[in-house]
């Protein structure tokens, strides 16, 4: 009985929702249905759970997350072509079965960068092919910007990096072009607002598109916290890749209750005291306020869950606070009641 999120946002973006599969029944699809217009995989569209063998692709559990959108008529985004994290270890080995990481012959490691382009290729180009009318927007690339500051290039030191340089974005976004001319291709990455990375992920970006690699937009992940970063930061950060050219949309919106790290955190729920959930709405109030007055710029905004009772945050807050710890990032609370925050961003 209370009015829907995405209506009240539709003359300005989709409202979207981090999933599982087993969300997709019950009383939160019931919440999706109502509220959101768009969603998102939070795992099982990653590397590790599409293709776990090289050439053994499992569509199972990704697949019900399509179908769940077809019917319901909403936007779906793919997350993640390719990543760093939750990414098999045999897309690394050569053809021996050693870490190409490790190879220093020069012949030896151009061949391996080789295999590599290619097994990113026929990743792409299979689940691309598979779900190119299902989606609206791809993450082709996630995370690939360094956190250390000390990195000058700002460039992550994975292995796909490290075996690849940059090769690997280039290819990714190429092919997912390649396999759908329509496809909406985004680089995505958190703390997108913070210096260095705002500018490594600028210049990165930049250089790209001068090259011709086909990017459409950026995608600003936005895990953040009740005070950080600010609202400028925020601004400057979207109207800066929107002077590229480029969409933004946010990806994975959460507000966590603490800083960093997230210790100490409230035991329970029922610790959490009203006026944190107060300043949480008040934080809440003055994203959106930005974000509708964006709106040209931004095509989607996207929590990365549905309400308090599932979050990746809960396990960041138990692993700093002893296993004991709860945090409260979304507008819904863990018995699905709106909090304070939804009528702030209603309002
Ligand atoms: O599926 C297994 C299950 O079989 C096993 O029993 C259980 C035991 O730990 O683990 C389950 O896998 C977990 C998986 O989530 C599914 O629940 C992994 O341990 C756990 O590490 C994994 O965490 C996910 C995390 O990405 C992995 O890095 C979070 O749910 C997910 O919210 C999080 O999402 C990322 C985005 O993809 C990228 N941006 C940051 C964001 C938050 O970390």
Redesign the pocket.
Known sequence: DVAPMDKRYEDSFTIGA?V?PYQLEGEEAEILKHHYNSIVA??VM?PI?IQPEEGKFNFTEADKIVKFAKENNMDLRF??LI?H??VPEWFFLDKDGKPMVDETDPKKREKNKKLLLKRVEKHVKTIVQRYKDDIDSWDVV??VIDDNPQNEKGLRESPWYLITGTDFIKVAFETARKYDKDAKLYI?D?NTEVEPKRTHLYNLVKELLEQGVPIDGVGH?S?IQLGWPSIQETEDAINLFASLGLDNQI??LDVSLYGWPPAPAYPTYEDIPDEVFQTQAERYDALFELYEKLDDKISNVTF??IADNH???D??AEQYNNGIGKDAPFVFDIHYNVKPAYHAIMD
């Open positions: 981090a599982e939070e795992n990653k759970n997350h993640t990543w994290s939750q996630n995370e995505n958190y992940q895990h990806t994975e990365w869950g979050t990746w945050l396990d960041r």
